[in-house]
């Protein structure tokens, strides 16, 4: 007895609609895609109750005739790709020709739309309930295509049964339609929330692409926190690049990051300001999470988030999107490449950012310099409310947003290694006649110091914290790392030499970091089973009990390494210990001191973080003052 069947059409698109079809915000998502592939001038969303009741979405696009209309509620009917080959280098957002017919088949569907170019006056509707098709007529409708879909999963109670709340689902919603915005800067988006105008977003014109981006993230969030512009484009050296005759052709293909990213001591505890584009899709994918990280590298701390919108521009050939079925998350050809591109890329903006405005600074302050009072993040200083922005030139950084810093002891464990340079980033990070003057660039004078740790200094823009510490730790890490890179260990040889005995766990941890203490100055030599020599330590520490020093310093190395085991500590993790370490222990500085700190921190790649990413500056312009004594609204 014969007993495979081919399943009736509207079954085939309901199992369909389970992977497309997720939640109201697959809905959203799958409409808005269509709409942005039809070109729209803008596209307006409305849903009611979480989009469970309603999801309407309409654009002044391109329109469809009554025809293919009906057509593209049909499965695999789509207008955007037509050959399999199609597939190894989609320029649009849909290509399945899934989307349509699976939700067609999951709820009460009107799709109205009239060609933009057709001769007819008239546009097509087609009501379909639950995958049947009820009617087809004529309707009266502007060029465009309105798609409403309404009682979704209104024939699957199961699924019904699995959304969550409404505010949850029309979180969803929000956050993608967020990352359709950031992506088309130059569409004009709507979005209606039962019955409130969420958003009402004018098409940004301008042409440049970090300009018009950072107004539609200026129209999302109202105020800005600092960024620092992206753009690095180059060669992408894959290793791997082979066609389908198993041909391998080196590094043809091209690859553009840019975009904006948060100033160092920017950052956020999740991961939801991060927005990764490739090819102007929004994706999920943990290589760039990782570049993103490691181009960051100390400029973070552990536990946080960069804030970012990047964009990857790449040859759709170098790049799968049809791993996931909403197309949510790509593969690269090359991950590894990739990353290495997109970390340089990140790490050049950040070390830019002070670099490139770096004027030389006076030790007095003068006054009246032309300089805009836009400060560096004033973290602790958090206000009820924000100044008011004036509109940023080009490639300059905005006004800061306060962000609540979390203070943490301990180092990300699994820092990352830092990678080979790419050849040829041609990075145009920021743009030096930026009016808005980096805190170390502009004169800074100290007034004193407060609870023997925090410096407090003046400049002609308000008032300037220090966290000495912090700051003591970037130099010292610096000035370390750069030795170590150069070959040298600066160290100083113990008079009398010490003995230390650690327990079997903690003897086989030491012997993992060994050649990193040894490389960083820290002299230490096996002297038996679980006994450790130690004949030196690096100039700056200043400890009177060089064991006593030793032994916290493994035990906090302990503790950055918990999840990794010792071998996979990094140096620069090693260093990073190392410095905290010498630096608790010292004593409090006194006046040149502190003036020749703030001379060295000045010096600095990446002055605004201590090694583990916490700020070594904040400051509070005389107009946050103002305001806090109520001179000021
Ligand atoms: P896909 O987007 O993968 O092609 P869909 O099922 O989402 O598949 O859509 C099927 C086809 O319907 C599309 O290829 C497109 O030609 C047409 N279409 C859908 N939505 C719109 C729209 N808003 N404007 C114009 N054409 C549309
Ligand atoms: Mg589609």
Known sequence: MN??????????????????????????????????????????VEIQAGGRSLIRVTDDGMGMSRDDALLSLERHATSKIQRAEDLQSIAT????????????????FTLTTREQ?????????????????????????APGTS???????????????????EETESAHIQHYLTLAALAHADVAFTFVKDGRTVWQLSAVKSNAGIDSVRERMRQLAGTLPQLIAVDASGPLHEQFAADETGHTDGSKSDVRVWGLIGAPGVARSTREDQHLFV?????????????????????????????????????PAAVDVNIHPAKRE???????????????????????????????????????????????????LRLPELPP??????????????????????????????????????????????????????????????????????????????????????????????????GEVASQRLLLPETIELSPRDATFVRGILNALTRLGVGLSEFGERTFLLDALPPFVKSTEPRGFVLGLIDELKAAGEQVNSMRLGEHVV??????????????????????????????????TCPHGRPTLIEMNFRELEKKFGRAQ
């Not at 300089?371 to 973290?379: F, G, N, T, W, Y």
């Not at 922005?389 to 306060?402: E, H």
């Not at 703030?598 to 600095?604: E, T």
């Open 389 to 486: 922005i004036t509109p940023a030139p080009p490639q300059s950084i905005t006004a800061p947003l306060p962000l609540a810093f979390r203070r943490e002891s301990e180092e990300r464990a699994q820092a990352a290694r830092p990678v080979p340079a790419i050849s040829n980033p041609q990075s145009s990070i920021l743009n030096p006649q930026s009016p808005v003057t980096p805190l170390l660039s502009v004169p800074l004078r100290i007034v004193g110091v407060i609870g023997k740790l925090y410096v407090v200094l003046e400049s002609d823009r308000g008032l300037v914290l220090l966290d000495q510490h912090a700051a003591h730790e970037r130099i010292l890490f610096e000035q370390m790392m750069e030795r170590t890179e150069r």
């Open 147 to 165: 798609v409403e879909v309404r009682s979704l999963f209104f024939n699957l109670p199961a699924r019904r049964k699995f959304l969550r709340s």
């Open 575 to 608: 260093a990073k210990t190392v410095c905290r370490h010498a630096v608790k222990a010292n004593d409090p500085l006194d006046g040149p001191e502190l003036e020749n700190l703030l001379q060295d921190l000045r010096h600095c790649a990446m002055p605004y």
């Open 279 to 315: 090819n102007r899709r929004p994706v999920e994918n943990r290589t760039l999470n990782h570049a993103l990280l490691e181009g960051y590298h100390t400029a973070l701390m552990k536990g946080r988030f960069p804030v970012c919108c990047l964009f990857i521009e790449i040859d």
């Open 93 to 108: 957002m849909g290509f399945r020709g899934e989307a349509l017919p699976s939700i067609a088949s999951v709820s009460r």
């Open 117 to 141: 170019d057709g001769d007819s006056p008239e546009g097509a509707q087609v009501i379909i309930n639950g995958g049947k098709i009820i009617e087809v007529k004529a309707a009266g409708s």
């Open 330 to 380: 790509v593969k690269f050809r090359d991950e590894r490449a990739v990353r290495r591109f997109v970390t340089e890329a990140v790490k050049e903006a950040l070390l830019g950012f002070h670099r490139a405005s770096a004027s030389p600074p006076q030790p007095v302050v003068q006054k009246a310099q032309n300089e805009v009072a836009q400060p560096i993040s004033s973290p602790e």
């Open 3 to 44: 007993r495979i069947r081919l399943l009736p059409e509207h079954v085939a698109n309901q199992i369909a609609a389970g992977e497309v079809v997720e939640r109201p915000a697959s809905v959203v998502k799958e409409l808005v895609e269509n709409s942005l592939d039809a070109k729209p001038t803008r596209v307006s």
